[in-house]
């Protein structure tokens, strides 16, 4: 899995991001879900969306990991002041470190297209969800005008919208919901583990 690119790094580390991400793209990204309980977030980044997490819900014990160790450096500065609400791991989205079921909600926030095998993290964020748990996200299209963002890159795939609600359907969890935005440059997900009824 690629490491992030240094003007992304930039972006991703600057105050303007750190505010237009927990303040309007947090929301918007998580259409409507309540956080509680174990939260994992791949791909965390510098921490931005983390954070605001942990202030928005307090309730929330939060696990962000990235690939990329300079993010993951920064990412646990920042969250440091949340204590044992907050950990930052560095992991591979393809190959989680964590035990089947850990989790009560698992994100993932505009990083997927750095995944070569994104449908494999899909499945790992799947596998790491409790009964009841949510997936919950958003990324980036490679087709229509998500393909102006993507340019050449060699370290991304591009999704496409029918490839990404293919790939949702035929994880084991409840129907998923696809929303594209922005004329087809991003979409939202999310689905949830159907809870465990008891016999």
């Known amino acids: 899995m690629p490491e992030m690119s240094r003007p992304a790094q930039l972006l991703c580390r600057s105050a303007p991001w750190r ?3 927990g303040r309007v793209v947090l929301p918007w990204a998580l259409q409507g879900a309540a956080l509680h309980g174990d939260v994992l977030e791949i791909g965390c980044g510098s921490g931005a969306m983390a954070l605001e997490i942990l ?10 990991t990235d690939y990329d160790e300079s993010m993951v450096n920064v990412a646990r500065e920042r969250l440091a002041p949340f204590g044992d609400r907050a950990e930052v791991r560095r992991a591979d989205a393809t190959d989680l470190p964590f035990a089947n079921g850990a989790f009560d909600a698992a994100l993932s926030f505009i990083m997927l297209h750095h995944v070569i095998k994104w449908e494999q993290a899909l499945g790992e964020l799947v596998r790491v969800l409790r009964p009841g748990g949510r997936l919950i996200g958003y990324d980036l299209l490679g087709d229509r005008a998500g393909r102006f963002m993507h340019g050449h890159e060699s370290d991304t795939r591009r999704m496409r919208e029918d490839e990404l609600r293919q790939v949702l ?4 969890i409840g129907e998923p919901t696809v929303k594209p935005a922005f004329g087809g440059l991003v979409a939202r997900f999310s689905l949830a583990r159907e809870a465990q009824t008891a016999h």
């Open 19 to 21: 505010f237009f991400a």
């Open 55 to 64: 202030r928005r819900y307090p309730a929330v014990r939060l696990m962000a």
């Open 169 to 172: 359907h035929d994880l084991p």
